[in-house]
């Protein structure tokens, strides 16, 4: 069974900076696309980042030149580094991992969720 976990969220002043991890367990780590997205008190989950096997990458807008997503097959991890953080940053931070099953179906797993805030 796979699972994520993630870890690393917590309360930081605005400008700072913060690093989450997400460990995979039960599956061949390179098989998946891993990603974050995140969720603020009544708004939509929303993209953070992804990155694919090969190490390509997506940002959502509203991060681009402040955050970093990188994974380490050795380790199993993929990582969130959140530079310059603002307010509007604060969320609960999703681990997402999704691979292909067949030409039609994705398999698609979610961890626990890590809360972000940033205030002073």
């Known amino acids: 069974q796979v699972q994520l976990v993630e870890s690393g969220g917590g309360l930081v002043q605005p400008g700072g900076s913060l690093r989450l991890s997400c460990v995979l367990s039960g599956s061949s780590f390179s098989m998946y696309v891993m990603g974050w997205y995140r969720q603020a008190p009544g708004k939509q989950r929303e993209l953070v980042a992804v990155?694919?096997?090969?190490?390509?990458?997506n940002y959502g807008d509203s991060v681009k030149g402040r955050f970093a997503i990188s994974r380490d097959s050795a380790k199993n991890t993929v990582y969130l580094q959140m530079n310059s953080l603002k307010p509007e940053d604060t969320a609960v931070y999703f681990c997402?991992?999704?691979?292909?099953?067949?030409?039609?179906?994705?398999?698609?797993?979610w961890g626990q969720g890590t809360q972000v805030t940033v205030s002073s």
């Open positions: 997402n991992a999704v691979r292909s099953l067949t030409s039609l179906t994705l398999a698609t797993y």
């Open positions: 990155i694919g096997s090969g190490g390509n990458t």
